[in-house]
């Protein structure tokens, strides 16, 4: 988890990814800002993210997403 | 059959009657029987095509369903398997699903890629090696690319398992069908629309009249406005050379009204009639005309067509494996900013190109679509610049700007939209250049524009029509306008309802040689 949320900070260092569950929803990531996570989950847990995934629900808050990493880790 | 035609007011009239006389439980198959018979009018051989379309995304999503299934069924009883044999196993299955929907995807975009590009490749091979291959040309079925790309997006949610396929073949080919939505979209997803499409219906007298009334401003906004500013434009891209400087704004402007009512109507017309059977259908529009960027533009523009294009070809694009190792390859030796921004930007300019060429096989297209890829791009590369002239200038972040950068999207986007309405790229450019060269502001006062094709009066028409548009579009900005229309008392909601039926009917375009018939976006 703590190295997803330092993804997360790099791109956007102002939000509080602790509380926000409406990352998406509230257009705080843009689709440039999802393709840059998903290649640095790649990178760094080694997991491929489906296009099938990138569902606002997945990325609303660092907790879905990270609930997606671990998903994808248990496949 | 169009929709500006009295034999579909006539068809519609049948359809709504049976449809609510008719036990509950067939509704369903009289709308695909209506649809078929819609589709026909247009050309009998078109449902050649649509059959083959019909035939393979029901057939692909069903053996890809049964994959599925099958694979559920056996790690189910096979539970003691090891998480590298399911692994193995689930990749097994994948490429069965896959090997479907890649013969599914093939056929049918190769029939597309042959009708509709065939002879644009052919001029081009010729343009270029100077050979002389005969350019064969095929009859386009009406609104193929529509009714193909949804059946599309189901057959590639099916192999997602975001829903199962929909067994029945009946039911599929209604989904493909749908008269309302099939020459002009919007370009529907199968979980949405089929929650309604096969549901049984009474009668609603408040939906029926919710419908009804979407359908009629749709006939205004196309007859009164866009069909009555339909020579103004034709006058002008004609002889374009005619035309420089003021007359070319007037293009911008002129178009920019005349696609938005027609292609606006339409889909009014589409999601009313829909409403009228108790059918929802995605709405394709969000106020496209308020946006303060152009990649704003095209998130409430045809926004079926843009979730399209992000969800099966950008973002699958972009995260593909070539990508991701791409990215990965460019942040190691071109540092991490580059490598950020490669997948997307090469994702993005696919998907521009694909948008492109996905309107029509010409090249006014192609650089259309690159036009926006690149405004697009840029803006995006802009954003911190943007961010620190909010922070440093107050006026910035007033009404008074954000009425500014409505205006300047309207007129950029209009400038990349006339595209469509010169004859060629070189041609657009040209008479573009000659707003600054030759703005000729006098041929504004000295009755020229009066000579367009249309008198005094129609420019009144449509100044009335539009300043209509516009109010009706900012309160559609407080909530759905027929609620608050709903509210008010009976008189003053009867005078609405046939002051609008009888604008349609006295101020909207009919006529001799009027062409009406064809939507603008019904050709692509």
Partial sequence: ?75 | MSFVSFTFLAFLAAVFLLYYLIPKRFQWMLLLAASLVFYAFAGPTYLIYMAVTILSTWGAAYAMDRVWTRQDEYLKDNKELSREDKKAYKAAQKKKARLFLALCLILNLGILAVIKYTGFVLQNINNIFGTQIRILRFALPLGISFYMFQSLGYVIDVYRRKYPAEKNLAKCALFTSFFPQLIQGPISRFDYLSRTLYGQHDFDGRQFAFGFWRVLWGFFKKLVIADRLAPVVVTLTGKAENYPGVFVLGTILFYGLQIYGDFTGGIDITIGVAQMLGIKVTENFDRPFFSKNIAEYWRRWHITMGTWFKDYIFYPLSVSQGMIKLSKWSREKLGPQIGKRLPVYISTILVWLATGIWHGAAWHFIVWGLLNCVVILISQELAPLYRRFHERFAFSNTRAWDVFQVFRTFWLMGMIRVLDVYKDVPTTFKMLGTIFTTPNWGKLFDGSFLKLGISGADYLVVLFGTLVMFFVSLAKGKGDVREMLAEKPAVPRYICIWLLLAAVLVFGAYGIGYDAAQFIYNQF
């Fill in chain 1, 1 to 75: 988890m703590e190295k997803l949320l330092e993804i997360l900070q790099e791109l956007h260092p102002d939000v509080d990814y602790d509380s926000c569950e409406s990352l998406i929803n509230d257009k705080i990531l843009d689709s440039f800002d999802i393709i840059t996570i998903i290649t640095q989950i790649n990178t760094e847990f080694d997991v491929a993210v489906p296009a099938s995934e990138i569902i606002p629900e997945n990325f609303n808050s660092a907790k879905a997403l990270w609930a997606l990493v671990e998903r994808l880790l248990d496949d």
